[in-house]
């Protein structure tokens, strides 16, 4: 029967992927990739020659209708972005929906994200733990950090190189720069990094260093009041 997989894909190290991803992105008819291009260097590691489509996130209001109908003529396709999971802080949400509407059968596969690897990392309490992903980059931002600084959890954040400093400044100045912070990048890659520490000792060393990669913020909780 026809159905829709979202598969997730390594983060950086390519070994990082399960024998049952592979398979999948094997037998479906269509794999819906982020970017052909990123996605192509994967395929041909694991000498996989299915076909693929362009899925991402400015195309994915008008193409999710599409797929869907093509699932439902037969087709089973495969959904994958660039690196991690689908759906978290990347497209997916829209097309697994338009397929529940349709009774389409979704199947997730288990596998590679980026912010669990970042918050075992970290050492702050993961128990109970707030995922936000990237910050708005102008309307609602300060808004946004007054909210989460008020948490009693540990806060997971994604951001980019070049907005580092920016964020870390912020953090520092909506929640502290006393509070624990853990910052990792290029996750899984030769170069890997974590740094920990308060926010202020964080921001001293970053802003100091050329960043590279993907990054992943974890932000400790209030410490209680002796």
Not at 101 to 125: H, R, W, Y
Not at 149 to 154: R, W, Y
């Amino acid at each position: 029967m026809s159905k829709l997989y979202i598969v997730p894909t390594p983060i950086g190290n390519l070994e990082d992927i399960t024998f049952r991803a592979v398979k999948v992105l094997t037998e479906v008819d269509t794999i819906l990739a982020e970017d052909t291009r990123t996605s192509g260097r994967l395929l041909k590691h694991y000498d996989i020659s299915t076909k693929m489509n362009s899925y991402h996130m400015f195309n994915e209001h008008k193409m999710a209708e599409g797929f869907t109908e093509r699932i439902l003529s037969g087709e089973t396709m495969a959904l994958i972005t660039d690196a991690g999971t689908p759906a978290i802080s990347d497209p997916g949400y829209l097309l697994v929906r338009e397929c529940i509407k349709k009774d389409i059968e979704v199947e997730c596969l288990p596998g590679a994200t980026a912010f669990v690897p970042a918050l075992v990392n970290s050492g702050l309490p993961n128990d109970k733990f707030f995922f936000e992903g990237f910050l708005p980059h102008k309307k609602g931002r300060q808004t946004r950090l007054k909210f989460l600084a008020t948490l009693p959890h540990s806060i997971v954040f994604y951001e980019s190189p070049h907005r580092l400093v920016k964020t870390l400044t912020q953090l520092a100045e909506f929640f502290g720069d006393s509070r624990k912070v853990s910052v990792s990048r290029e996750l899984t890659k030769l170069h890997e990094e974590t740094q920990r520490g308060t926010i202020a000792g964080v921001l001293d060393y970053f802003s100091n260093k050329t960043v590279k990669g993907e990054i992943v913020i974890v932000v400790g909780a209030p410490e209680k009041e002796k």
